[in-house]
């Protein structure tokens, strides 16, 4: 199956910097990707979604200028966790799907294994 | 998206079948069921997917009601590495592109008693 990887697997970093979190399809291209966040012991809500070439669209409650998203080839997507506070700590997780064209499997979604932010 | 039903939490003897129900009785005739699982402090992995026909992988089975109203899916001979929570999505197939979005519930938490 296809693989997605996603890096950093763990961040701690202090209240107020900001957080990259990089989210790579290995051996396919991906159109879109999608970000999730997950608390703990708690379902994955998704963020947005994050189209190569446009502009992320976002779900509702989620602010667009904190979880800036940049898609800006067909393998890679970034999300920005701006000016990090202790509420933003959770697990992200990133997930792409084929693009088009790609057999039947573009019905399935591959997930990144989540990165861990801790905000002191 | 048309909701599913899973029970919170079930468990399992090593190396015995699981069966792990899902009830979706408002699914639509585009709606394909997908289940996913995600391990301890993974990100979800696809398992299997299917429309009406029951479905083999090498991961599971998919068995499909004839009226499609619930689902079940099979672990023929569940290892610890399966303990995880199990999600049952339905998905829409004439979802338009880029806008394929999963909602995911609570799953089914499984556990795999040695």
């Known amino acids: 199956g296809a693989v997605v990887s996603q890096h950093p697997s763990r961040v701690i970093c202090k209240s107020g910097t900001s957080v990259k979190i990089e989210c790579r399809s290995l051996d396919f291209q991906a159109t879109t990707m999608f970000w999730y966040r997950q608390f703990p012991k708690k379902s994955l809500m998704l963020m947005a979604t994050?189209?190569?070439?446009?502009?992320?669209?976002?779900e509702q409650g989620v602010e667009k200028d904190k979880f800036l998203i940049n898609h800006a080839s067909l393998t890679l997507s970034t999300l920005t966790v701006t000016s990090a506070h202790p509420e933003d700590s959770s697990f992200y997780i990133c997930?792409?799907?084929?693009?088009?064209?790609?057999?039947?499997?573009?019905?399935?979604?591959?997930f990144g294994a989540g990165t861990r932010l801790s905000v002191l | 998206d048309a909701k599913t039903t899973q029970p919170n939490s079930m468990e399992s003897n090593e190396e015995e079948p699981v069966h792990l129900p899902c009830n979706h009785s408002t699914i639509s005739g585009t709606d394909y069921i997908h289940w996913y699982r995600q391990l301890p402090s993974q990100g979800p992995e696809y398992v299997i997917h299917g429309l009406t026909s029951n479905v083999n992988n090498r991961m599971a089975s998919l068995a499909i009601a004839e009226d499609r109203k619930s689902s079940t899916l099979i672990l023929h001979r569940a290892t610890l590495r399966d303990a995880a929570v199990y999600y049952c999505i339905l998905r829409d197939v004439r979802m338009r592109l880029g806008n394929e979005k999963l909602t995911f519930g609570t799953g089914t938490r499984l556990t795999i008693i040695p």
């Open positions: 997930s792409a799907r084929l693009t088009k064209g790609q057999g039947a499997e573009g019905n399935i979604q591959y």
């Open positions: 994050s189209n190569e070439g446009s502009k992320a669209t976002y």
